[in-house]
Nanobody, 126 residues
């Protein structure tokens, strides 16, 4: 069983920063060769890929819309993944979800992920 719990969302002004965390619970082997990702979703739209990181190698992948502004990282000892979001824009407003993929390389497709957190709201005001 895998449990993912996000935190760190909130309300911020445009240009500001937020850091999201995703604490993963389960057998350590569950994460040792997998990929962790962040997605976001707004009402009426499909869940959108944001960033992902391969747990072992640390290789990362980003959506074009967040490159240079967002950084994904992980703390292996704490089974935690972070998403540092800088220079936030109103269009970044969404519910952000953490997810796990059995892929050993950074996966970007929604269908590659098998476990999801409950989501955390990020609102960026203009």
């Amino acid at each position: 069983q895998v449990q993912l719990v996000e935190s760190g969302g909130g309300l911020v002004q445009a240009g500001g920063s937020l850091r999201l965390s995703c604490a993963a619970a389960g057998n350590r082997r569950t994460f040792s060769t997998y990929t962790m990702g962040w997605f976001r979703q707004t009402p009426g739209k499909v869940r959108e890929f944001v960033a992902s990181i391969a747990w072992t190698s640390g290789s990362t992948s980003y959506a074009d819309s967040v490159k240079g502004r967002f950084t994904i990282s992980r703390d292996n000892a704490k089974n935690t993944v972070f998403l540092q979001m800088n220079s936030l824009k109103p269009e970044d407003t969404a519910v952000y979800y953490c997810a796990r993929s059995p892929s050993t390389t950074p996966a970007t497709h929604y269908g590659s992920y098998d476990y999801w957190g409950q989501g955390t709201q990020v609102t960026v005001s203009s």
